[in-house]
């Protein structure tokens, strides 16, 4: 969710990961959890169908719900967005339907477009709320559905008043009128495998896929990769609004009947219960979790009816617990027990060498820059001009100030003062992204690679910026990240989960990643460190064939002998303020620089 | 034997190993300097000694008993008193609340913690003067007094201060220098981890280079002192001092 | 006149049901790190078991049964966070979703046990006061002094008692705490379960002058929230400020304006200041609390 969490190997939810397809079977394990899921799964179903008086018509209203949950599996489960007011969204089409087919004689399958469009719009109206990021958005989503709830009470101008709208005509298309719970069933599991397949194609795969799992885990990263997080999150908020608003529209049609009972912040609750119970990384995971929401209302039987809501917690609480992947069974749990399923039709693609593309270096220099916390100043009035093209190494004993002055020209902290130009321009108020545009690129000192995409993915996400505003095709992009991971040794690792990497094969595949943007300059914050020695001289090779593209290399560095290895120049600070700036081995020599370090002069 | 003994201790986060077999000792009165570049191990080896991280092989032993399994608490209850780098004290809470906590902490009774706040007090007047202050207005090297004091509320045989002098101006960086040396020479064992060693070095007996996770050199203060140039070596061009 | 200073009073029983659920809020947040969504229905629960032990036993004690009550809401509160809370080992979006769960599974117990119309426990006093004009029920009284005496109790336990000072000092740097062996966990755990019972007490005490719906849980919970989050997240010292300017434009609206829309004044209003704040220039994202929050999870998970 957090960065801080990203490192951790993944079991929670919205981990899945790709198996890699690996030709040789592994030992066949007893599948436990597979088997576990499954067996919940059928019991589910099979009580839900004796238990109903109307099974076709828990069918139907699980059906609808669906729609709605996938548009919220999209916004909750992949990109992961808190928000707890779909519910809400739903009704607003459900009563636009109603509206529409109540007063208006022309077809009504207008009325149902029409809630579709009605959910998308109100999502768009909300959607500022978005920028609140975590529990704010949470929190504020919650108003939000509470706020319909209240304005619908309240509100004399909400077609149908109090009461709510009935008498609400069933859908009918050319002539054919959808009466009964089976045309709508139909017609909504139409809808519903429609949603997906269309979800699926938009934002599945690709680049929107490895945006979407970047933004859920690390949006952050994902600025740093030029993407606009808040376009990203409007767009899939708008999307799931547009599903709920057309499941409100079949609702309206079945039922004949809207109120705003059963659209409110306990619906909301469980339809982000449902997401989570099918498994959030899955759009049809989310349909099944409508199914669970839906059949508890029947699987008690009827005395015990009252009770569904226990259930549902009850099931929600166990899945969390134990299966944090979701109750739906899927594929990767029975691994080695059915035939391999080569997730990639792909012909595998000769890795092209990468061709050296030559940038044009980016210049880079900060004037009179202070960044200070309170009384504590850890940058101060630093005025430096880094040589287009330089390996330059950033250095100084521990406080010096030498991350915060790389997350002030990158972007990830704002300046108390001074100014930053990148290629000549003023950016100094300008985002993560803007910057990341102008062809900067960096790596942090804590590894930040997406746990639920494979290593080549994660690359993938550096050659999608490079290749931003292009068409290239996916076949391309996939051969130009090989391209980089076997740059830095990392070649036959490409469908492998980043967890099963080691810490310093991490490294080089953010290295990779940043490879594949093609930046015209390039930050590494601590590049060597928790590398071993063996690792430490490739590493320094890789930062070497990366600046021989011709872009800038700045690296904050404490390792002094893998500097004086490796850069030309380095700047060194000391407690916030420029000590030196020129040739390494001039820098070295001089005795403030040393005694920076170790206290007094080298004799 | 009386004070401190690491034998071949292995320690890591995850699959990250950054202890390598660390091995020295340091006896009572001693006042010793852990140098070695960032990296090298100096903040790990200290969170192993103190109980927050757990090692996967080796030993250590203060005064002869074991302390690799046992919690924090019950080590600082035997003498062992850690002063973490960036002081880790409680911004918001005033000095006093900050030491009371920490005596709780490491389970002291009310009498025991009321002599330990004492025993802090007395060490370092200026803590005296500041009791009722949050601690977030206090400068640098009162804090860093702070936090030494806190350390020494269970009246520690070994006392590990984690880069003290980040920070501070150079002379607050000398006097408290001249406190460690005052506390070893109580009969504690002091150890203190540093990248700027060569002022430690002239209030220090013995400084032990550590690198890449390893003891690297262990020699006498004053052949340190004579061996800058090799230590230098050690900092900007990583051959392990011969 | 006397109208204003009876909606002045109203406004303080009001102002003082906020404060309890937003201490409540801030409880969680800053102990346990993630945010206890939830304590809308712990809320309830305090009006609904008190109303559910007059009925089912002879009991008439208001001292007796706020006793029961802070029990019954106290040991559902804790095994909630022990059982289901606990394990996830401060995962944010886990421990949201598993409190949604848990909210469900309450408000489902809460419908159970309570009437099928407005839940309103007995009085424990009968009777007003009419200073100049303004009518103030005894009952009022004792929900201003109950959420007085907790703030100061609240207030009390956090500066001179050695817990109360281990859970600000867990609050403000939680590595360090656990470097000196502080059981933050353990920690979490009261906290989480003190939150249940003073929303409770808030709920036992107030409905017997209005009486509660099942269902309004969420909707106090909420205000209660933006209270709080007014003044920043987590900080008690403002909150009877929050409380006052929520219950204050609440109240004043339903008077002045229209009581229709004295709640929707004040849910747009919060959603007005989250996106104004947001918006504002040099890159400023409301991030406040959820950058510390994550990084406190981060640290926490390490």
Redesign the interface.
Known sequence: ?????A??SNS??GGAAVDATIVAAPPRRIPVAGLLRTAAVVLFVVATWHQSPDFVSVLGLSAIWAIAAVGLGLVLGSA?Q?V?CQASLVLVGAYMYGAIALTWSGPTVVGLLASALAGGAAALVIS??L??????L???T???S??TD??IT?GGWIPGGNAGLIGVPTLKVFGYRFNGANPYLYLALALLVLSIAVLHLRYGRGHMRRAIQALHHDEDLLAGYGGHASRLKREVFVVGGLLAGLAGGLYAGDFGYVSDNGFG??ES??L??AV?IGGSSRLVGAAFGALVYQASFTVLGNRLV?????L???I??AT??FF?RGLMPSLSDFEGWVPEVNVRRRPAPVAAPMKAEKVEPLEMSVEAVSKSYGALTAVDHVTLEVRPGSLTALIG???AGKTTLLDLVAGDQ?VSGGRILLGGNDVT?R?RASRARLGLARTYQRIRLVPSLTVVDNVLIGVDQAARGTRVSDLERRSRAEAALAEVGLAGRADAPVGSL??GQRRLVEMARAISSHPRLVLLDEP???L??AEIGGFADVIRRLHATGCTVLLVE?????V?ALAEDVVALDRGKLLAHGDTEHV?ALPEF?RS????V?? | MNGLQVEGLVAGYGDLTVLRGVSFTAGRGELLVLAGPNGAGKTTLLSTVIGRLTPSAGSILLDGQELVGLPIHRRTRLGVGLVPEGRGLFPGLTVWENLRVAARAARLSRSEARAGIERAVNAFPVVGERLKQKVRTLSGGEQQMVAIGRALLTDPGVLLLDEPSMGLAPIVWSRVLETCRRLADEGRVVVVVEQRVLEALETADRCAVLQQGRVVRDVAAEQGAIAIPELAGTYFSGEAAS | MTDFFQTTEAIVTAASIYLLVGLGWNLVYNTCGYLNIAIGEFYILGAVISWKLEQSTSITSPALLCLLVCLAVGILGFLAERVLLRPLKGNALNALIMTIGIALMLLQLAKALSPATVIRPNLFVFGTVRPGGVFIEYQELIVWGTAFIVTVGLFSFFSFTDLGRTMRASTDNRPAAEMLGIRVPALATMAFTASAILAALAAFVVAPTEGLAYNSGDLIAIKAFIAVSIVGLGRNGGAVFGAFIVAGTEGYVARYWSPDISEIVVLVGFLGVLYVYAVRVSGGRLVPSWARLRRRVAEGVS
């Open positions: 969710m957090g960065p801080g969490l490192e951790i929670d939810v992961g808190i707890l500022p709320v920028r609140a990021r975590g529990y704010y949470a929190i504020a919650m108003a939000v509470l706020l209240q304005v309240t912040l306990v609750f469980a982000a219960l989570f009252d009770y569904r809501f226990v549902l917690g009850g929600v609480a969390v617990r944090p004993p521990n406080g704002n108020l985002g080691t810490f060597s460190s928790g071993n020695d404490h390792n002094l002998p893998f004086r070295f040393q370090y170790i206290g007094a080298a004799e």
